[in-house]
């Protein structure tokens, strides 16, 4: 619906409706396990822990969860009194939530809010995965299939993209992010906002830009800890996604669970109101994280619940998510006169016009099974979540073994990650449906050559169990080819699983050089959500290769397969980088050069016990192909403030086959009143070329785009001599420089 016609739905529903009808639109919450059978005390809190920890099976886990039933809350809301519900996963309970918020004096719909981060039924690699393919038509591609599939099944609000800028691999949700750069962050919230949000066949869905702001730079890389910024970096590095989102269009903001330099984002009015509406000029409606309302206690800046409904809806915190303090407080603050109605009114207009611009008010969803069977996992859906991945791998190693070749008729694969399909899904996938998933067994059978024999044993998992050592290995010295599948578990990263240790969990590493000694070709695949701090797998010539491959998802046993035969070859660049020890994070390739750069000499930054260079850098990524750089040229060097830095480099394919490279671009401000980064990425390219062909790879950076923000937070673009380099990665490629006048 457009815009103006949105704004007089919303005001005039507005008019008609009773206080606590609005307030009602303030307050999100979702289901709640009760028991149902008598004497059976329900600890889902304890439950989940002990799942999420790996102390209780996921099949365990699911027994005690059928004991219990979920209240839906429909009484409430078709009360009018809780209009908006979070993640709600069975088709036909969302179905049962809307029927009861027709049913209501107002029938405003309910909005049905799911963390869609990696897609609905089809799972795609981890948003940190799918950054690595640098590919923005993949993530356009990705948010077509993920709506496509949510709205089918009833959802009418999704809680992403996430744009947290990621730094430190200790931090669990790393995984969840875009990675350390906030130019490739913006492009790639700008595309899945666009398409998310787009008027298209499928109709538009309302996304969120979470989680505002900086929640990548909590301290220590532990999540929900602390975290203090000075404002130039707040301004240069974890804001530029944000605004990107506004500025297509995004129709909510999730506000972050931690204190900003001191205050809580959910209770912070100049976060909320000042810089998110007032500088960057959003106009929808903040939702708060899960319970952040009521952490403003916990946070020690509200004195109880009370308070912290007041101080967070005062903000600009217009929506309470599951703490039930809008629900409890506002009422009375309203009638205690601390509140005022127009408070609560600017709030419920803000819910209702994002409800009416996104066809919500006038959805009357119709569930249909048969429908959402036949959409949901169809083969296009599961073909664009191949493709993904495929795109998703970094090749980080490769003396040769890969791709396997076909002379290698007896295959081995070893570590249980490799059959374990909820860990091939991966965290942030609580839609998916995990039988679907195709294990890396199951993959290689699908794509192997005719007479080639794959065999799959145990060997080893993330733990300490060294008791399939010795088997595994007898079978891997009688293998042509080892894929040994080593890395983390679905729960080791994602949302409160941030790590000290950034090495392979467990006995896994103490297997792999096992292996290496046997000398029998091999390739390590890495299952795991972060950065690892694996140096003695690089440093080891006993193993050949080495592909990162994330968390795939649905299709990952099948990408894999494609990838390790070369059916599909890897063209994936990391986004974040990989440190050689969890004690040098965070560590990043945007980082000022400092007086004393880390080198030969003592006296400079660095770390005693590790290398000073990163163990692969931002933008890494190999390939079974081999690309050369000609040289960098560039058109005009002197430029005015507002010029247009145009420059291009020619590209071949020397290998003898068909690949993709990812030609990167940074700047670097050589002298300015602030030290800048050493390089910072200004544009990307992916292209195409087959064997042997070349192409010239132009790029127009204008010279507005070099700015930083000084101490005030102020934008400006200082003149003097910049540095350009154009690569295949963060670290190394060609170099000039040009003047901004
Ligand atoms: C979680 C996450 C947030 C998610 C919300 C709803 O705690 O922080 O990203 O959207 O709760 O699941």
């Not at 970096?233 to 909510?252: C, I, K, N, T």
């Not at 109101?273 to 946070?299: I, N, P």
């Not at 291009?648 to 990812?662: F, I, L, Y």
Request: charged content about 25%; aromatic content about 8%.
């Amino acid at each position: 619906m457009d815009r103006k016609k949105a704004e007089r739905r919303a005001a005039d529903l507005l008019s008609s409706m009773t206080l606590r009808e609005k307030i009602g639109q303030l307050h999100q919450t979702g289901s709640t396990m009760v028991s149902a059978l008598p004497g059976i005390e329900v600890d889902i809190e304890h439950w989940v822990t002990e799942m999420l920890e790996g102390r209780m099976s996921q099949d365990e886990f699911q027994s005690r969860m059928a004991m219990c039933k979920e209240d839906l809350r429909l009484a409430e809301i078709s009360r009018g009194e809780i209009g908006s519900f979070v993640n709600l996963y069975e088709d036909e309970k969302v179905a049962q939530v809307l029927e009861a918020s027709y049913q209501s004096r107002t029938g405003i719909p309910a909005f049905i809010g799911v963390d869609v981060i990696r897609g609905y039924r089809t799972i795609f690699p981890t948003p940190l995965a799918m950054a690595c393919s640098f590919d923005l038509e993949l993530f356009r591609r990705f948010a077509r299939v993920a709506k496509r599939e949510a709205k089918i099944c009833g959802v009418n609000w999704c809680f992403g993209p996430m744009l947290d800028v990621a730094r430190d691999g200790r931090w669990g949700r790393i995984v969840e992010s875009p990675g350390e750069d906030p130019y490739l962050a913006s492009e790639i919230g700008r595309t899945m906002i666009e398409t998310y949000q787009a008027e298209d066949e499928d109709g538009p869905l309302l996304a969120t830009a979470k989680h505002f702001v900086a929640y990548g730079a909590v301290s220590g890389g532990q999540d929900y800890n602390t975290v203090s910024l000075p404002k130039q970096l707040l301004y240069d590095v974890y804001l530029p996604p944000f605004r990107a989102a506004v500025d297509a269009g995004v129709g909510a903001v999730m506000s972050a669970f931690h204190d900003l330099n001191g205050v809580p984002c959910t209770c912070d009015r100049w976060l909320l109101t000042d810089v998110l509406r007032g500088e960057l000029g959003f106009d929808g409606f903040v939702v708060s994280d899960a319970e952040g309302v009521k952490q403003c206690v916990a946070h020690g800046v509200a004195k109880d619940e009370r308070e912290a409904a007041k101080l967070s809806l005062l903000a600009g915190g217009d929506m309470d998510m599951s703490s039930w303090d809008y629900a409890n407080y506002l009422e009375e603050l309203v009638s205690s006169g601390e509140l005022s109605e127009a408070d609560i009114d600017r709030a419920a207009y803000r819910v209702l016009e994002k409800k009416a611009e996104f066809g919500i008010l006038d959805q009357r969803y119709v569930f249909d099974p048969e429908k959402i069977a036949k959409t949901v996992l169809c083969q296009e859906h599961r073909a664009a979540a191949r493709e993904a991945a495929e795109a998703s791998a970094v090749l980080l190693k490769n003396d040769g073994a890969l791709p396997i070749r076909s002379q290698c008729r007896n295959i081995l694969i070893v570590g249980e990650l490799a059959e374990n399909r909820d860990d091939l899904l991966g965290p942030w996938a609580f839609t998916g449906n995990k039988e679907a998933v195709a294990t890396i067994p199951e993959g290689m059978r699908n794509c192997a050559p005719h007479g080639v024999e794959i065999e799959y044993v145990r060997g080893f998992s993330v733990s300490d169990d060294e008791s399939g050592f010795e088997e595994a290995l007898e079978k891997c010295r009688n293998a042509d080819f080892v894929v040994a599948v080593a890395g983390e578990t679905a729960f080791m990263s994602g949302e409160a699983a941030s790590r000290a240790d950034l090495r392979l969990a467990g006995a896994q590493e103490k297997f792999l050089l096992k292996l290496a000694e046997l000398g029998v070709p091999n390739a390590v695949v890495l299952v795991n959500g972060r950065p690892l701090a694996i140096g003695a797998l690089q440093e080891n010539p006993g193993i050949h290769a080495i592909l990162e491959t994330w968390h795939m998802g649905t299709e990952a046993g099948n990408a894999i397969a494609n990838l390790l035969f070369g059916t599909a070859n890897p063209s994936g660049k990391l986004t974040v980088t990989f440190p050689n020890a969890a004690g040098q994070e965070p560590m990043y390739y945007n980082h000022p050069n400092t007086g004393k750069p880390g080198g030969e000499f003592k006296f400079t930054s660095k770390y005693q016990d590790v290398p000073v260079t990163p163990l692969y850098p931002f933008g890494y990524g190999l390939s079974y192909t081999a690309f050369s750089y000609g040289a960098l040229e560039i058109e005009e060097r002197e430029l005015g403030q507002n010029g247009v830095l145009r420059c291009s480099v020619a590209v071949q394919n020397t290998g003898e086959r068909k690949g993709k490279e990812t030609v990167q671009l940074y700047t670097h401000d050589v002298t300015a009143s602030l030290a800048r980064p050493v390089r910072e990425l200004k544009g990307f390219r992916k292209i195409e070329l087959e064997p042997g062909e070349s192409a010239r790879v132009s790029f127009e950076i204008p010279v507005q785009s070099l700015g930083f923000h000084d101490r005030d937070g102020k934008y400006r673009v200082e003149s003097g001599e910049f540095e350009v380099f154009i690569g295949p990665d963060s670290a190394g490629g060609l170099r000039d420089t040009f003047t901004v006048k």
